[in-house]
């Protein structure tokens, strides 16, 4: 069974940093793709990174790239955010089976994880 667990939100004044961890366990091979998505109480879930099983090639919407950087490290899946916006505040989720569409959408198709709170604010 298939589980994701986010770890690392908090409070972050705007400019700032913060390092999401998903602690991923379960699965029966290492070739797996992950990501990353957010969503924002009446807004749109919105998918902020994956990160391939095979080749470690990334991807990220217009909204985050050159401010959130996704790795994966064995079982671990890290969301590093800088130069953070008060848009960014979200519940975010760790998830399986990304798909990456038009104009670089990302959608996930398979777990997820209960997901940790990120509020940027002064």
């Known amino acids: 069974q298939l589980q994701l667990v986010e770890s690392g939100g908090g409070l972050v004044q705007p400019g700032g940093s913060l390092r999401l961890s998903c602690a991923a366990s379960?699965?029966?091979?290492?070739?797996?793709?992950i990501g990353w998505f957010r969503q924002a109480p009446g807004k749109e879930r919105e998918g902020v990174a994956c990160i391939s099983g095979s080749d470690g090639s990334t991807n990220y919407p217009d909204s985050v790239r050159g401010r959130f950087t996704i790795s994966r490290d064995k079982n671990m899946v890290y969301l590093q955010m800088n130069h953070q916006k008060p848009e960014d505040t979200a519940v975010y989720h760790c998830?399986?089976?990304?798909?990456?569409?038009?104009?670089?959408?990302?959608?996930?198709?398979?777990?997820w994880g209960e997901g940790t709170q990120v509020a940027v604010s002064s």
């Open positions: 998830a399986t089976e990304p798909e990456v569409g038009a104009r670089g959408l990302i959608r996930f198709f398979g777990s």
């Open positions: 379960g699965f029966t091979s290492d070739n797996y793709a």
